[in-house]
């Protein structure tokens, strides 16, 4: 770690004790990394919740050339995804869950984009042009499955991409839950081509004005806590691909607080292993 001042974004000690093996160490050809991947770790978590441009990264971090190197070529070989995949499992396992959940609930956000090309569309529902931000969590609020696309696209036909990915890398589901939205003809897709059930959550009839809705706010509270991470507020990226690794950087930085906590409670009751830990190395073995 760098003498520099510290940024409120920076991980701690144990953040990174949790982090650093799930990060690629050095190619045995190629240029040698000049910067430590600490710093460039923090760099990109920097620039996710404080939303400034490359550029205007501060000049006490790694050269902003640099740091977006290292952010593309970790999206482009699925090292983001399998970051977030990891401590997805390693935080439902500490918190007393099954490490593959078994019920997911979904639902989209349409958010503005800003000049910058790439696809977009126009929501005429939400009077939005830009894209459309499909999330399939589980009980936790915790990601299993994020696309984004244009937000011209309909939510049954968005929903058809992320329960495709579903399908594939979660077959322990065995129920979604959703809005109105995703009714009508997506509920025989679904009963056609998954394992599962999709069940619709309804309104309360005769209820007027705002109401929680069953299973349907942990969605909601996982949109939230997105919205605290100002790259997050509209679409900056070029490429949906980018703007589905953003999100997952921001629950990636979630879910370390999160873990570092549950190790310093360990070690404060005096486990020298955590449980969790071990079920995870039982997971990865398998």
């Known amino acids: 770690m760098s003498m520099r001042q510290a940024y409120s974004t920076d991980m701690m000690d144990g953040e990174w004790h949790i982090l650093e093996p799930l990060i690629p160490t050095q190619r045995q050809r190629g240029r040698k990394i000049s910067y430590q991947r600490r710093e460039i770790v923090n760099a990109i978590f920097y620039l996710n919740r404080n939303g400034c441009t ?46 593959e959940p078994s019920a997911g609930i979904i639902d989209s956000q349409s958010v503005k984009m800003t000049e910058q090309r790439g696809e977009r569309g126009y ?38 991409l992320v329960l495709d990915q579903a399908r594939r890398g ?29 069940e619709i959550v309804k309104r309360m009839q005769g209820h007027k004005g705002f109401q929680v809705r069953p299973h349907l706010w942990i969605v909601e509270r996982t949109f939230g806590w997105l919205g605290r991470y100002r790259r997050l507020s509209k679409d900056y990226e070029c490429f949906p691909q980018s703007s589905e690794a953003m999100i997952q950087i921001a629950m990636i930085r979630l879910m370390l607080r999160r873990l570092a906590r549950y190790s310093e409670a360990q070690q404060c009751c005096g486990q020298s292993r955590p449980t969790s830990t071990v079920q995870l190395d039982e997971v990865l073995a398998a």
Not at 70 to 98: E, K, N, P
Not at 134 to 152: E, F, K, M, Q, R
């Open 54 to 99: 490359w550029r205007n990264l501060p000049h006490d971090l790694p050269p902003y050339r640099t740091v977006s190197h290292y952010y593309q070529r970790w999206r482009r070989d699925g090292t983001w995804q399998a970051m977030h995949d990891h401590l997805r499992v390693r935080l439902r396992l500490a918190s007393g869950r099954h490490a």
């Open 123 to 160: 929501d005429a529902g939400k009077k939005i042009k830009g894209r459309k931000r499909h999330l399939l969590v589980d009980t936790l609020g915790l990601l299993l499955v994020t696309v984004v696309h244009p937000a011209s696209l309909q939510d049954r036909d968005g929903a058809k």
């Open 170 to 198: 979660f077959p322990s589901l065995e129920r979604i839950w959703a809005d109105g939205g995703y009714g009508g003809k997506l509920i025989h897709w679904v009963e056609q081509t998954c394992p599962w059930v999709l």
